[in-house]
């Protein structure tokens, strides 16, 4: 049957109505024969095949029901053929073309009788054909304004940007029904019309008389390679309850149409079952068929087809200039103060706190990501039983999009550190969706956390606009063999095609993520945002500068309840050359990404901001934060949840807030500085990795992007 495929350019190949050709017709002279012809569609009947032994000419006599053309070998145009009285001769190449306007009302109600004649137009024999007109189309909402329109030209199509087109399903990621356990798309049948909100309409529309035929049936399908990743659901028992059951999908590949008889509308609801991936194109394409038979026992043959495809909606990734709806945070017994001064910090920004208790997290207090995994140890643990406590690192939020909804939508990392439950048992519900992505036989690392998970604000590169920012995935070096992000979450994040990814390398340090040395920032100047990036060079002329006035012995860590409390002054770390040579090491890594993100992202030096850092490397090699990294910062609008670095204290003030506040706040942003060590800095976490934000969905339309 007709599908589609993608073209180069962003267009897709149409399925379309019927064959270019259109349905040939074998006459039988001497005989009738009856046929359905599909009001739009063409019958072609190869007039100079089927005349019998001795004709020379032939003519033809029709009702006015239906339209016949004569077309000729060797000649451009077809030439119609009046409804009697007309004789062409008989060339090798002459071909009738039938069409119908108009239903029928009664079956075989129309007719087209050939008469074959010989020489000096003795009559032969003749070949008729009565005709039943029927009209069949499944149309969707090809023009993405959320109404279905009649036999749109686009249906069986898809192209993207702005003037693009084609229907577009959602995922059934979310769950209507709180007691049942399975997502929607899990289900096979629908009770409430919530749920039917999700899905894009489909309608089968027919016009014909009050019964078909004999000999001919109606059936939607969709292919074997389709059938897992869309689901049909229609209206079962209508008159008992509005109960919707899925027809097509699953182990569901045909489904038989009841013919209603006359003008009649049957609804359908169609939604994806998964997000595209690397097999997946997201593309999926649906049929109705006309299918007769010649006999009893005879099997069918497809007398006309329609189609139409559906792109699934991608997952989409939210930057951290978009406006915050949630913070989600996980309560635990020694994170009460964090956790107010969060509360402040929402209460500021104008959005909602959700505490997720240790009944739920089961004692994990991380959100972004787990321990790092290294010889067998999970390292570092600090909460009970081993369970690590980053929720940043567990779970990303994004959202979905058609034209007739948008929801939001969790992503799990494959690192499930004790919080597995955490997104179905907490957020997995109605218009929230989830989806969680593991690998069979790949290795888990830290990379896979979703603290190694970015996105930028919009960007244009080289005169490419990318509306919806680009994904960040930290990596290894490119000559390396190190941890890598697994390659199916990889390949999930390229296959939603609109946010293109980008590597990055954060293999050098311990847990490996991309936020330990990048994040965004909103701004209301021309360019909208800054990207914020850890710097020991940063940090080292800060110090340079401090003992330059005297300020050498100023001491750092002053209230830190860390595991090394021991004095540390400014002398003591300019001092430190093997410390100097490790942020040197660090820095080089930074600036390696520094020239990607450039390049990649189209920034210039004026749109990067320095925030002053420290590095150390432990056994492994691997970089660890000195001191609190305030790169890990939460953005809430124009709130900033910065951790507390714990800086020397010059002038009664800590000189690396002082500098902090110099850089953000002159573009409108307010620095709240945090005191969360105790609960994360100690365990290589930080501000953001114990927090995660749900944000508001990107206002410009996903399918008006061209990638």
């Known amino acids: 049957m ?5 073209m180069p350019g962003g267009q897709e190949m149409p399925g379309g109505r019927e064959m270019p050709g259109g349905r040939t017709l074998r006459l039988q002279p001497g005989d009738r024969i009856e046929a359905l012809c599909v009001l739009g569609s063409r019958i072609h009947a190869d007039v100079h095949g089927a005349a019998p032994a001795g004709a020379v000419s032939f003519g033809v006599k029709h009702t006015e029901g239906v339209s016949v053309d004569v077309v000729s070998r060797g000649r451009d145009e077809a030439e119609p053929v009046p409804g009697s009285g007309t004789r062409w001769p008989l060339q090798e190449g002459t071909v009738l073309r039938f069409s119908m306007s108009q239903p029928s009302t009664e079956v075989n109600d129309n007719k087209v009788t050939v008469s074959f004649y010989g020489g000096e137009g003795k009559p032969i024999t003749q070949a008729g054909v009565f005709l039943t007109g029927i009209g069949i189309s499944l149309d969707v909402d090809a023009d993405q304004d959320g109404v279905v329109e009649r036999n749109s030209p686009n249906k069986a199509s898809w192209s993207w940007g702005p003037e693009g087109h084609g229907a577009i399903l959602l995922v059934g990621c979310d769950k209507e029904i709180p007691s049942v356990l399975a997502s929607d798309c899990d289900n096979e049948q629908v009770f409430n ?19 078909l035929p004999r000999g001919y049936e109606i059936v939607l399908s969709v292919s074997v390679r389709d059938a897992d990743r869309v689901g049909v659901f229609h209206v079962q028992n209508p008159f008992f309850g509005q109960r919707y059951v899925q027809v097509l999908g699953c182990r569901k590949l045909f489904h038989a149409v009841s013919y209603p008889g006359g003008a009649a509308e049957l609804d359908f609801f169609v939604q994806g079952l998964c997000f595209p991936n690397d097999s997946f194109s997201g593309l999926v394409s649906i049929h109705v068929s006309l299918l007769e038979t010649l006999a009893e026992g005879i099997p069918h043959t497809p007398a006309f087809t329609d189609t139409v495809v559906f792109r699934v909606a991608p997952w989409i990734m939210t930057p951290n200039t978009l406006a915050p ?3 989600f945070l996980c309560s635990m017994k020694d994170n009460y103060l964090f956790t107010k001064e969060i509360q402040t910090l929402v209460t500021k920004a104008g959005c909602k706190l959700k505490v997720c208790f240790g009944y739920t997290n089961r004692g994990d207090r ?18 009970p039983c081993g369970i690590s406590s980053l929720l940043q690192d567990e779970i990303e939020f994004g959202y979905t999009h058609a034209p007739q909804k948008c929801f939001p939508v969790v992503l799990d990392s494959p690192r499930d550190r004790g919080m597995e439950q955490l997104p179905v048992k907490e957020l997995l519900g109605s218009d929230f969706g989830y989806v969680h992505k593991e690998p069979l036989f790949e290795a888990i690392t830290s990379l896979d956390s979703f603290g190694n998970l970015e996105v930028s604000p919009p960007v244009s590169v080289g005169g490419k606009e990318y509306p919806l920012g680009r994904i960040l995935i930290g990596s290894s070096f490119p000559t390396s063999t190190g941890r890598r992000m697994t ?11 609109v946010q293109a990814p980008v590597e990055l390398y954060s293999d050098w340090l311990a847990v490996g993520n991309v936020n330990e040395f990048l994040t965004f920032v909103p701004t209301s100047d021309k360019k909208r945002f800054r990207m914020v990036m850890a710097s020991p060079a940063a940090c080292y002329k800060l110090f340079r500068e401090k003992q330059k006035e005297g300020q050498g012995e100023a001491t750092m860590f002053k209230g830190y309840s860390g595991t090394d409390t021991k004095r540390v002054t400014i002398n003591k770390v ?8 490790q942020n040197q090491y660090a820095q080089r890594c930074i600036d390696w990404n520094r020239d990607i993100l450039k390049r990649e992202l189209g920034l210039m030096e004026e749109d990067i901001i320095d925030l002053p850092a420290l590095f150390k490397l432990d056994k492994q090699g691997k970089a660890v934060p000195y001191f609190p990294n305030t790169v890990t910062m939460i953005v809430l609008a124009k709130e900033l949840g910065i951790p507390k670095p714990f800086g020397p204290v010059t002038a009664g003030e800590c000189c690396l807030e002082q500098r902090i506040r110099s850089l953000l706040e002159p573009l409108g942003l307010s620095c709240r500085f945090l005191e969360e060590v105790a609960s994360y800095h100690g365990s290589l976490g930080e501000v953001r990795c114990g927090t995660n934000v749900q944000r508001r969905p990107f206002t410009f339309k996903w399918w008006h992007f061209t990638p």
């Open 487 to 497: 390659r199916m979450v990889r390949d999930f994040l390229h296959a939603q095609r």
């Open 193 to 211: 019309k919530e749920d039917l909100e999700d899905m894009a309409q489909m309608v089968l529309r027919m016009e014909g008389p009050q019964r």
């Open 574 to 581: 300019l001092s430190n050359d093997i410390l100097a040579q």
């Open 325 to 327: 709806v949630n913070v």
């Open 366 to 383: 991380w959100m972004q990501v787990g321990g790092l995994q290294r010889q067998g140890k999970a390292f570092p643990s600090c909460a």
């Open 2 to 6: 007709p599908g589609s495929q993608e």
